[in-house]
């Protein structure tokens, strides 16, 4: 964990993690990639994303192969404020 405002952050099962922040994220958008911990290209997989339903301050993150086994990666995480841009006809 190298991020600025994650505070903790643990494995629950296989390929299943939870991440948490100093802060309220739960209107916040999050972007995670596979990761290398070394040089080079991460293999082949899958990673899902999302709030932690009643933790303010989580995040949910599940990696699989690429035959959707839960499986433990690396990965990138960011958040970021969502912007919610409402169009208007005229």
Not at 4 to 29: I, K, L, P, W
């Amino acid at each position: 964990m190298r991020d600025r405002g994650a505070t903790a952050s643990a494995r629950t099962v296989a390929g299943d993690y939870e991440v948490f922040f100093n802060r309220d994220v739960s209107e916040c958008d999050f972007v995670a990639t596979l990761g290398n911990p070394g040089a080079g290209n991460p293999d082949p997989g899958f990673i899902v994303v999302a709030a932690r339903v009643g933790q303010p301050n989580g995040v949910f993150v599940a990696t699989s192969n690429t035959a959707g086994a839960s499986t433990d990666r690396s990965f990138h995480l960011q958040s970021g404020v969502l912007i919610r841009a409402e169009g208007t006809a005229g």
